[in-house]
């Protein structure tokens, strides 16, 4: 079974002589363990496909399925539910609280949905060594290098055991060297972790560490292309 599946999904704004069809009838399949870039230009759908399979906004017509529930029959409550569990999300400005240190931040979304501190902080402290953090728990944002605090982002994602990463340019804010560095996590992050990982990039050269690159334009999924194993590109 697919870990994400989208059927026919459409998402339409206004209406009548205003209205604007950011998404058009995109069908697609992701299974876990796979890393999938989505690309195309500005306003071709991109952020919005990902903001509907993040149940952050509601379809027009069509279904996201996620680990077979389908988010179009979830109520609010039950949809913000999921989110927590099921599905992590990766933004391009971090999106980190200022005040808390790595291991707050990354425990937040289970202490968000009820788990202990102690047992909250015990899962944040094994997510942040996993990417690489393992001398910087104690450290606040601003004391972090970009892709340090992107690799919070990161743990925080997946503190909860999520089957899905929703990465919206990730790498955007962030240097050749230390994009290069976050995007091969996110690669580990669905070849050893298990995880589906879904890219959002606009960087050639970034969505070539994926497995499949989905292409769209004005809204249709207009091609895809699915990469060699391990090929990479050039450092």
């Known amino acids: 079974m697919s870990i994400v ?3 026919e999904l459409t998402k339409v704004y ?9 998404l058009n009838h995109v069908s697609i399949h992701i299974q876990a363990g796979e890393f999938v870039a989505i690309m195309g230009p500005s306003g071709c759908g991109k952020s919005t496909l ?19 529930h389908n988010l179009s029959d979830l109520n609010d409550t039950r949809l913000a539910e999921l989110r927590r569990r099921k599905i992590g999300f990766v ?22 949905d009820g788990v202990p501190l102690k047992a909250a902080q015990k899962k ?21 290098s970009g892709g340090q605090q992107q690799r919070v982002a990161i743990a925080r994602a997946l503190v909860s055991e999520p089957a899905i990463i929703l990465a919206d340019e990730p790498t955007g804010n962030l240097d050749t060297h230390a994009a290069d560095e976050i ?26 560490y994926a497995d499949r690159i989905i292409f769209l334009k004005d809204g249709v999924m207009v091609n895809e292309t699915r990469l060699e194993a391990g090929a990479l590109p050039a450092q």
């Open 5 to 7: 599946e989208t059927k």
């Open 14 to 22: 206004g209406s009548g002589d205003t209205a604007l069809t950011a």
């Open 50 to 68: 990902l903001h509907l399979v993040g149940g952050l906004d509601r379809a027009t017509s069509g279904g996201v399925m996620i680990e077979g």
């Open 91 to 112: 933004f391009q400005f971090f999106n980190l609280i200022p005040v808390l240190n790595a291991l707050e931040n990354a425990a937040l979304p289970l202490l968000l």
């Open 124 to 144: 944040a402290a094994e997510w942040l060594d996993r990417v690489g953090l393992s001398d910087r728990h104690t450290h606040r944002p601003s004391q972090l």
């Open 183 to 208: 995007v091969g996590l996110l690669r580990q992050v669905s070849s050893q972790w298990g995880r589906a990982v879904v890219m959002v990039t606009h960087d050639p050269r970034i969505a070539a």
